[in-house]
């Protein structure tokens, strides 16, 4: 590599940006890893390593963390098949079918407002529906709740995917004799694959980062997720800064891993909003 | 019947889809608005309606703490949105100008956007924290007492936006990247050769291409920045005092410790107005964007 001093400069600044970006996780990291007395007298490096904290979390008749990873799993796979169902059907009549202008224009339009609301417009309705059906303080009130969520992205970013498709093939396979149902799902759905990976992915995220809903719709740990665990810590007297720290980590599994593994087939679903629309 | 649903694949498709805005958006918006306008009680097993015209709007104008949500909330959107496109368009252009790492920086930018925000409050909070706080531990360490960062009235609104700017500067560094990279290689070189510096053809050359996706990335982050609920409820709580109190966490206050059920479904809807003229005017704004490209 020739250094210029441009580069020089142009590589400092990313670095500390890279720096500024890794260090609050990096230190809460090793915060997670140890004994109260090494966070206490302020040991940066030289410190004991222990899992005791993430033990904690799950271990012992007030540990609430197995169940409420239990619920976040739920309360994100649930809501990530449901809207998968829905949107994949209607964004591919969307984008394929000649629907009056005015349908898709209203549904479109519809998703997109509902898109750019805050969810605590949501947050009171459901509060009071949740109540009159019987749902309050379950798991499966969130999956209703974050598929509301995760719909309108789901639908735009799947119509997009599906736009893509060459109509040829669509019409082969009539041709061929499939009915337009099965064109659907032997044609369409398979070329789609990392569309809907994408949409499956952040529809996923989206639920597990919701901390609003959870607050809302559910009470105790029955019902509650990862981050309602978290907020939790910052009500008691004395912060548990180990804890903290672990469940914190906890809830940046799905993030590291993600950005590890399937960064590819994020990036586009995550500026949908500012590209589209 | 399987050929009759058939023929009509595109409505039989179409038709889940409608249900559910149906029945999970646009009955919860007719209830908001029902709310507003009325008295609400939570009975066991279900809730009682009165009406009462526009008392909650009466009751909004007297409300001190409502007004200072607001006022808090423009204050934050009007300091965080600038400072995380200006932030995110540099870090932008300098990534996409490189070669060597430039996968390894795209990979860590994107990394806050991925974590849940109570997370991201939680981060902060720990680091933040008075007592054991590495900010303060460090800062004793060369013989400083440190503030008490989220305690303080003067310094928790600046904190909250810190933690923003670190939470939201990978948005804006996402929206430009698409954008400076589709800006053709050619023009910049040949302003250099002409003989400008590196500043004039950021100036001259690159910002003029980008002025339609600067415009859409400040409006669709002002809508997002109205949003602002979970790392201030874990970082301060909207204290002290009302020193953070911004709009979400008022309504959730009013809502679901006070059990006003009525007066906050009237600054949720006023909120939902307030966003709804932003989000069309951004979307009369993005129109002329894409005509413009």
Redesign the interface.
């Known amino acids: 590599m020739r250094l210029r001093p441009g580069a020089v400069i142009r590589h400092g600044v990313l670095m500390t940006a890279v720096l500024v970006t890794l260090a609050p996780i990096a230190f809460t990291a090793t915060t997670s890893l140890k004994f109260r007395r090494d966070i206490i007298s302020g040991r940066f490096f030289d410190f004991d390593v222990t899992w005791v904290n993430y033990q904690r979390l799950f271990e012992g008749t007030r540990a609430v963390f197995g169940q409420l990873t239990l619920n976040s799993l739920i309360a994100g796979i649930g809501s990530t098949l449901f809207v998968l169902a829905i949107a994949s059907l209607g964004a591919y009549a969307l984008s394929r079918f000649r629907l009056p202008r005015r349908v898709s224009a209203l549904v479109l339009g519809w998703l997109l407002f509902v898109y750019m609301l805050p969810p605590i417009t949501f947050a009171g309705p459901f509060y009071l529906i949740a109540r009159q059906i019987g749902l309050f303080d379950t798991p499966a009130a969130l999956v209703i709740a974050h598929s509301v969520l995760t719909l309108p992205f789901a639908v735009w970013l799947l119509q997009s995917f599906f736009a893509e498709i060459p109509r040829e093939l669509e019409e082969a396979a009539a041709l061929d004799g499939c009915s337009r149902g099965g064109t659907f799902w032997r044609v369409a759905l398979p070329m789609t694959l990392p569309g809907l990976y994408a949409t499956a992915i952040l529809t996923f995220v989206f639920s597990w980062k919701d901390f609003l809903f959870a607050l809302v719709l559910t009470s105790t740990p029955r019902g509650g997720t990862i981050p309602i665990g978290i907020a939790s810590f910052v009500q008691e007297w004395d912060l548990r800064y180990g804890e903290m720290a672990a469940a914190t980590m906890l809830a940046a599994v799905p993030a590291i891993v993600l950005v590890l593994f399937a960064q590819r087939h994020i990036i586009k679903g995550m500026t949908m909003g500012a590209v589209k629309g | 019947m399987g050929r009759l649903?058939?023929?009509h694949?595109?409505?039989?498709?179409?038709a889940?889809?409608?249900v559910?805005?149906l029945v999970?958006?646009v009955?919860?918006?007719l209830?908001?608005v029902r709310?507003a306008f009325s008295d609400?009680g939570?009975v066991s097993g279900?809730?009682t309606w009165t009406f009462v015209g526009l008392e909650h709007l009466r009751t909004l104008a007297e409300d001190r703490t409502a007004r200072i949500a607001f006022t808090n909330t423009f204050i934050f959107t009007i300091v965080v949105v600038p400072i995380e496109a200006a932030l995110g368009l540099?870090?932008a252009y300098?990534?996409n100008?490189?070669r060597?790492?430039g996968a390894?920086?795209?990979?860590?930018?994107?990394?806050?956007?991925?974590?849940?925000?109570?997370?991201i409050g939680?981060?902060?909070?720990?680091?933040l924290?008075y007592?054991?706080g590495?900010v303060n531990?460090a800062l004793?360490?060369i013989g400083i007492a440190g503030p008490p960062w989220l305690a303080s009235p003067t310094l928790a609104l600046p904190m909250v936006m810190l933690v923003d700017v670190?939470h939201w500067t990978?948005?804006m560094f996402?929206?430009f990247l698409?954008g400076v990279a589709s800006i053709p290689q050619e023009l910049g070189e040949a302003a250099e050769v002409d003989g400008a510096t590196?500043w004039q053809v950021f100036a001259h050359v690159v910002l003029p291409i980008l002025k339609p996706t600067i415009v859409?990335?400040l409006m669709?982050r002002t809508?997002l920045a109205?949003?602002v609920?979970?790392v201030p409820?874990?970082l301060t709580?909207g204290g002290p005092g009302t020193a953070t109190e911004m709009i979400?966490i008022y309504?959730?206050k009013v809502?679901?410790q006070q059990f006003r059920?009525g007066y906050?479904?009237m600054l949720?809807l006023l909120?939902?107005l307030i966003?709804?003229t932003f989000?069309i005017v951004?979307?009369q704004l993005?129109r002329r964007a894409e005509a413009a490209r």
Do not use: H
Request: charged residues 5%; proline residues 7%.
């Open positions: 649903l058939d023929q694949f595109p409505v039989v498709a179409l889940p889809l409608i559910a805005l999970l958006t009955y919860p918006a209830q908001l709310m609400v939570i279900g809730t540099l870090l300098l990534v100008q490189t060597t790492l390894f920086y795209k990979t860590v930018f994107i990394v806050p956007l991925l974590l849940p925000p109570i997370a939680a981060l902060w909070r720990l680091m924290d007592n054991y590495v531990q004793l360490a670190w990978s948005f996402l929206i698409a590196p859409v990335a669709m809508i109205f949003k609920f979970d409820y874990l709580g979400n309504i959730e809502f679901f059920v906050g479904g949720t909120t939902a966003l709804s989000v951004y979307q993005s």
